[in-house]
């Protein structure tokens, strides 16, 4: 270590900025990173790593390079005059209660609440007409809040025992915990090393569970690629729980996850080599020796059971109906040539859900929500009103309940629940923040733009009524653009805070993304993935062309497969933006599929083994493989986490050494590592805040702003 930290040769540079924020100079000190003579060959052409050892997560050296870093940007940040002024305002408009909607488990009512600035959400509960009480605090799992709730709260069939998951340090790898609800008492043992996995009780007997055996090596990077379904018997041992489906060699699976039907009658697996397309299989819990039946026995759909009603199964596909669609089969002999339209597709993308005894069929019209509520017989009840144009979610329970609930937001309302009684279509407000914001003085506006390919791609953008269009105006342009998920307005608190400031917040629809289904997700995927790269950059064009703002006012942020997206168009159009916010990111194109589950991604991506073609255009767009000497690259502040599992911080670590060794002109280019943190979910809201603070000040900063704007709502 000691030698290492020797050897750490100091680059200072001095970073001075354009005519418009020349008062914002700093000496940065970046330290210089090692190199090695690693090369590797792919179909006859070597490609050097020089950075292979940052993958390394348990080396000391690797350890003293992320504290160097930090260190590093750290400095950096101290000199930003108005990160004060901008952790007083997060902090401000962040606390507020937060309240998630209720559900019914025996004789009381659940739900979880946030005082305001909570690190974690706590979960409450209560009986009619007396007052709630705390049932699970998770902010007592740890004095930092790095221990989180995993995934919420899953009650036996009877609700007389709850499992529940919690990470550590922001990981994917999680523990169970079986609990009385009646009493609290933990009544067994903490099941260890589960991943990737949800909960599914049968009765009150146990319940279903997925995960990997834990790999040799890193559990946080070696890879990790046989998902196998247990079934935990309460009262038992973990070593005695039995695998449902995963141990053979043919059923090998990157991701593998069981469902039992609520009135328990069916096991439903499903078996995925991708984070796309998925087998279908299905057991009679009825028959005790009954053989496990083959619904698809291939992965060229995504199709899960949503209901059903004796042996009849309600299935949701996109098979054939790249939008998807509701079919029913018996289960007698599911196969689909014996599938029959229940809800059939439409133009619009389906999300259905059910409760209350009907189905909710959820649609995205430009990713707008549109929701119809349907009976059993797939007759139209009604037209569900929603509060305006935004996201609506919710819509499910159990058969049995007569009220369900909906939250609806927007990119400048935030999040508020409704009551709906599904027998009569009668809404009410549940709940509404009580937050010092005020919607009214914001608006959203969805354009449409051309893309390169003369594509038409939808973006919403959203600020502050009364906006000058005179290109000066700090924006953020948001997007992420694979993996069939779609970005639907939401409010942010952060976003909001940008917004106070003048800011404009911009989010396209790119290709690769859900929202116009199967065919627009394949668009932006393998051979097509440059599609969603030229969107972006056409995104940003359209901002600049408009005047909404101009390149030195521009910032692009992203994170996992976004985080790849900013990395790609900021080696692909360094002109573009003044700054760039890649967040844990997948920077390193070749490598990828070889860390945890990365090889799960190759719907998306293809692999560099896969075929030559494949390998020469990852490697055209991979961002640790297309920095350039001679380049002056945006004002860059990569994120990442030292526990993230999911995306391993070695990307962000090899393009930042990357950047600093070949960075051309002023702008810094600068790594912030949080410690005890993964990808993501569960980080403390102690730990977000400072995270924006250090993002959006570094922006500004880089965009010459000195001061922030006074706020009227403070």
């Not at 000391?60 to 870093?69: D, N």
């Not at 994917?172 to 991943?195: Q, Y």
């Amino acid at each position: 270590m000691k030698k290492l930290l020797t050897s750490l040769l100091v680059l200072t540079i001095f970073v001075s900025c354009k005519k418009e924020d020349k008062k914002n100079a700093v000496a940065v000190n970046y330290p210089e990173t090692k190199t090695v003579d690693t090369v590797d060959n792919y179909f006859d052409v070597e490609v050097k790593d020089p950075y292979r050892w940052l993958e390394d997560d348990r080396s000391a050296e690797t350890e003293a390079w992320v504290k160097t870093q930090n260190e590093t940007t750290n400095a950096y940040l101290e000199n930003i005059p108005f990160r004060d002024d901008l952790k007083d305002r997060l902090s401000t408009l962040w606390n507020y209660e937060k309240v998630g909607a209720p559900f019914i488990e025996g004789e009381y009512t659940y739900f979880s609440k946030n005082d305001g600035l909570q690190n974690q959400n706590v979960y409450y509960r209560k009986k009619e007409d007396e007052d709630a009480q705390v049932f699970l605090d998770p902010n007592t799992f740890s004095k930092d809040g790095t221990v989180s709730l995993g995934s919420g709260l899953n009650f036996s069939k009877d609700s007389k025992f709850l499992a529940y998951s919690i990470s550590e340090g922001g990981s994917d790898w999680r523990k169970i915990i079986v609990m009385n609800p009646e009493t609290r008492d933990i009544i067994e043992d903490t099941l260890i090393d589960v991943k990737f996995s949800g909960m599914s009780w049968y009765k009150n007997e146990g319940f279903y569970y997925s995960s990997y055996d834990k790999p040799k090596g890193s559990e946080l990077s070696a890879k990790t690629d046989q998902h196998k379904l247990y079934y935990h018997k309460l009262g038992t041992p973990q070593k005695e729980d039995v695998v449902v489906y995963g141990a053979k060699p043919e059923e090998k699976h990157r991701y593998v996850s069981g469902y039992v039907t609520e009135d328990n009658r069916y096991l439903l697996i499903s078996a995925k080599t991708s984070t796309s397309g998925n087998k279908l299989f299905i057991k009679d819990l009825s028959k005790p020796n009954s053989e496990l039946k083959t619904i698809l026995d291939h992965t060229d759909s995504d199709t899960y059971c949503i209901e059903n009603e004796d042996s009849k199964l309600f299935l949701v596909t996109n098979l054939n109906a790249p939008n998807g669609k509701i079919v029913t089969v018996d289960a007698s002999n599911p196969i689909p040539e014996n599938w029959e339209d229940f809800i059939p597709e439409t133009e619009n993308v389906l999300s259905p859900s059910t409760g209350g005894g009907f189905f909710f069929a959820k649609y995205m019209v430009d990713a707008i929500s549109k929701v119809k509520q349907y009976n059993y017989n797939g007759e139209l009840v009604r037209d569900i009103e929603l509060p305006g144009l935004g996201t609506a979610n919710g819509f499910s329970g159990k058969k049995k309940d007569t009220v369900l609930y909906y939250s609806f937001t927007n990119y400048n309302t935030p999040s508020s629940l409704y009551a709906l009684t599904p027998e009569t279509g009668e809404t009410t407000s549940y709940w509404k923040p009580a937050i010092a914001f005020n919607s009214a003085d914001y608006e959203s506006k969805q354009v449409f733009y051309t893309s390169k390919d003369g594509t038409k791609i939808p973006m919403m953008i959203t600020h502050k009524k009364g906006l000058e269009l005179n290109g000066k105006n700090p924006t953020i342009l948001y997007g992420y653009g694979g993996f069939n998920i779609s970005l639907t307005p939401s409010f942010s608190i952060p976003n909001a805070v940008w917004m106070e400031q003048g800011g404009v917040y911009a989010v396209p629809n790119l290709r690769g993304g859900g929202e116009y289904g199967k065919k627009w997700h394949n668009a932006g995927t393998q051979l097509k993935k440059q599609n969603v790269f030229d969107d972006f950059i056409s995104a940003g064009e359209y901002l600049i062309e408009n005047n909404y703002t101009s390149s030195h006012y521009l910032a692009i942020r992203g994170g996992s497969n976004g985080g790849l997206l900013v990395g790609a168009v900021m080696t692909q159009r360094p002109d573009l933006a003044k700054v760039a916010l890649p967040a844990v990111g997948v920077l390193d194109m070749l490598r990828y599929h070889t860390f945890t589950a990365g090889a799960g991604w190759a719907y998306d991506y293809g692999t560099a083994n896969q075929s030559k073609e494949m390998f020469e255009y990852l490697k055209a767009y991979s961002p640790v493989h297309n920095v350039k000497e001679g380049v002056e690259y945006p004002a860059t502040l990569i994120t990442t986490g030292d526990h993230d599992d999911r995306v391993v911080p070695a990307h962000s670590f090899k393009f930042a050494a990357e950047l600093q060794s070949k960075q051309t002109g002023t702008n810094p280019t600068l790594i912030r590592i949080e410690t005890d943190a993964g990808h993501g979910a569960g980080t403390p809201v102690t730990k977000i805040i400072n995270q924006y603070v250090d993002i959006f000040g570094f922006t500004l900063f880089n965009m010459g702003i000195e001061s922030l704007a006074s706020s009227k709502e403070e």
